[in-house]
């Protein structure tokens, strides 16, 4: 026992390392088989519907998106913005306060950062078509017009 007690230090890094990876790669595989088992159902859908004559129900939106992403860019980009841009100013006041107006501008970084974020949010929200309710409804009432 001995003998063995000088190697078990080496061996706690490498368990926790080879343990993250395969969980990781369980969570992938998992993930695979889920939606290889939700496409063989709407396949198996798919074809009912075919045999009866009714209607081919089309493939869901939620097949297409990835896991984890169901907000759109710009609430991220809003989101992340807002976090980044507070959190440079919380770091320039804290070094500011702190006697450090040297190092203060270490801050500067997640405030440019954040700034980016949020001038492509207003960017992207004035390009993006009926984002807002009020420019929805004016731009389906002009349609109907012409």
Do not use: C
């Not at 290889?36 to 998106?65: D, Q, T, W």
């Not at 190092?103 to 440019?112: D, V």
Request: glycine share 10%; aromatic share 8%.
């Amino acid at each position: 026992m001995s003998e063995f007690r000088h190697v078990l230090p080496f061996f706690i890094p490498l368990v926790a390392i080879i343990m993250g990876i395969g969980v990781g790669m369980l969570a992938l595989w998992l993930d695979h088989q889920k939606k290889i088992y939700l496409l063989e159902l709407h396949h198996k859908e798919r074809l009912m519907a075919i045999e009866r004559g009714m209607e081919v129900p089309p493939l869901p939106v939620e097949f297409f998106l990835e896991r984890g992403k169901s907000e759109t860019s710009l609430d991220s980009n809003l989101r992340w913005g807002l976090i980044l841009f507070l959190l440079g100013l919380a770091i320039a006041t804290a070094l500011i306060l702190n006697g450090d107006s040297s190092s203060a501008s270490w801050g500067l970084i997640p405030i440019a950062i954040g700034l980016a974020q949020l001038i492509f949010y207003s960017i992207g929200r004035r390009q993006a078509p009926g984002v807002d309710a009020s420019e929805g409804g004016s731009s389906t009432k002009k349609a109907s017009k012409a």
